[in-house]
């Protein structure tokens, strides 16, 4: 297969945690048999301590509202929590300068140090603490108190003695670090209700698979319950390797692997945002940045919580906004967030969703088009064009196969914002027959043989195409909106099947001259992404012509309105 198109390319899409009765005799500290239990735990290994938490669990949340909370370089806005490692065995977090790891639960100093990193994981260790024993009895006993005693709220931990045929029964839980008047006071209690005799006793338990953080640094390790976090003299920290502003955070995600987290101001967020969403070195015009930068922080705004089951707001890649941190900021992009500081897009008094792909083709799609969503108002599909409603410029096969140049039309110059200069404004891909059966065999899920036809079966206002279906020997397929996008995938100079860089096309079959027999397809097409909301290249080609970034935003989201959020 053959890519005929000659600036960088910007992204494909964006669409963004017991009745009394006698406690028994066996009072030895033998080591309990029952399953995950322990005897007194040994001290730690040296150069090793423990934090626990003040309350036994996890007191952080989202944005900041944890009981310790870390802040440095207070900016205007919220703050946001970027996952920008998702998933891993283990978290990397450092400074080049000097540092402080602190337990984010409680607000304990874990580590200090100047340069380099500490690695984190999640280990599942035992724990002890300080049970009462009330009885070793039968089942039925022990199964009566134990229901009372939950019934008042108190933790319980039974445990079957072979050897003297009981099962033994525990009330109450405190830390391996509690006073004998604290345990006193509980036996007490427990006694004054009828829970435990004068013959009850205490005893030290650990339960094996307790989940903590392991922090190491060379032969220092420490362990702790609580995420961690980590802030620098300097305010720039490093995740795995890469740099960020103000706080780095390590905790378990919701599938119990370790995620690394930047938590930051909303400005600063939006420094590493812009530059990777609209490339400030190639597409230096001011205004389309800023028009980025409005865009950009209105989705992250509406994206706060989104993703906090994982412990973030939000991913730092095309799944929500590509964010690359403080390695990524350029002036001219920074220079365009600080510009529109607290400035957000929205409609009827909401916040939009700011959907935005690189090039739209001449035209942008309404989102039904695309999506199988309702109707949104102000996602309208619109003219990338300086005059009316410029049908004229919707791609047709007439418009390819005429013009002098096929391959684009920027020698046309009517007036499309991206046409004049766009890379994916135009373009041209081909299959030959072994290329495409491979192709929509992979789609089909089964060898398909020959393709016979692909028929084009229905189109949108904006020209992209809604339902496509591919006649094969194996039978005919169908697929829809921008899901074709990953069926008819165009096989890249790696010989990698990639998708299709649009809806926006007209296809036909490629025939032999001679024998008439079809030798493959040729797909005719404009844009680079969905095509819903703003176009990348469009805005650039907007600010080259002069608009400012309120009228580019104005024009590719219908009937908004621009507010400051702060």
């Known amino acids: 297969m053959r890519l005929r198109i000659p600036r960088v390319p910007l992204r494909a899409g964006l669409l963004l945690t017991l009745v009394a009765a006698a406690a028994c005799s066996d009072r030895e500290l033998v080591a309990p048999t029952g399953p995950g239990l322990f005897n007194t735990e040994e001290a730690p290994d040296s150069g090793e301590h423990t934090i626990w938490p003040s309350d036994g669990g996890e007191t952080a949340s989202l944005n900041g509202s944890a009981s310790f909370s870390i802040s440095s370089a207070a900016a205007p806005g919220p703050r946001i929590r970027i996952g920008v490692v998702p998933a891993a065995g283990s978290v990397a977090l450092g400074s080049a300068g000097d540092y402080v790891l602190r337990d984010k639960g409680t607000g304990v100093d874990l580590m200090s140090g100047s340069g380099g990193t500490v690695t984190v994981t999640s280990v599942g260790v035992s724990v002890s603490y300080y049970r009462l024993q009330v009885m070793c009895g039968s089942v039925a006993a022990v199964n009566a108190r134990k229901a009372a005693a939950e019934a008042e709220g108190y933790p319980t931990l039974t445990e079957f003695v072979p050897a003297a045929n009981c099962t033994r029964l525990y009330l109450g839980q405190l830390p391996s670090t509690s006073t004998f008047t604290q345990r006193t006071v509980l036996r007490n209690e427990l006694i004054g209700k009828g829970l435990a005799g004068t013959d009850s006793f205490y005893r030290l338990l650990a339960v094996g698979g307790q989940q903590m953080y392991r922090i190491t640094r060379g032969t220092t390790v420490v362990e702790t319950v609580n995420p961690v976090v980590l802030t620098s003299s300097g305010g720039i920290v490093t995740i795995a390797g890469a740099s960020y502003r103000d706080v780095a955070e390590a905790r378990r995600n919701s599938a119990g692997t370790m995620a690394g987290i930047n938590e930051l101001g909303m400005e600063p967020y939006l420094y590493g945002v812009v530059p990777r969403e609209l490339g400030p070195v190639a597409y230096p015009e001011v205004e389309a940045q800023k028009a980025q930068a409005v865009a950009a922080r209105t989705y992250a705004i509406s994206g706060l919580g989104k993703r906090a089951i994982d412990g973030y707001d939000l991913l730092a890649t095309t799944t929500d906004q590509v964010y690359g941190g403080y390695a990524a900021e350029h002036p001219v992009s920074s220079a365009a967030v600080d510009a529109t500081a607290g400035l957000v897009a929205t409609h009827e008094g909401r916040l939009i969703g700011t959907l935005y ?30 005059r009316g409603q410029a049908y004229d410029h919707v791609p047709t096969l007439d418009v390819f196969r005429n013009h002098a140049n096929p391959t684009s039309l920027r020698a046309a110059r009517e007036g499309d914002f991206e046409s004049d200069w766009a890379r994916y404004h135009r373009w041209v891909f081909e299959w030959t027959m072994p290329e495409i059966t491979q192709v929509i065999s992979a789609y089909a899920g089964q060898p398909v043989g020959k393709v016979l036809a692909i028929n084009v079966t229905e189109r949108g206002p904006s020209g992209r195409v809604l339902t496509i279906e591919y006649v094969t020997e194996a039978g005919t397929f169908t697929d829809t909106k921008d899901r074709i996008r990953s069926s008819l995938k165009f096989i890249n100079a790696g010989g990698t099947p990639t998708n299709l860089l649009s809806t926006l096309f007209y296809i036909e079959p490629v025939t032999d001259s001679k024998t008439k027999a079809t030798v493959g397809f040729k797909a005719y097409g404009g844009g680079f992404g969905h095509g819903v909301g703003l176009s990348q290249t469009g805005a650039v080609g907007m600010a080259q012509k002069g608009h400012t970034f309120d009228q580019i935003l104005k024009h590719y989201y219908r009937g908004i309105e621009l507010v400051a959020r702060y």
């Open 357 to 386: 792909s690189s090039t739209s083709g001449g035209f942008t799609a309404n989102n039904e088009e695309v999506f199988n969503s309702a109707p949104i108002a102000y996602l309208r599909g619109t003219p990338d064009a300086e």
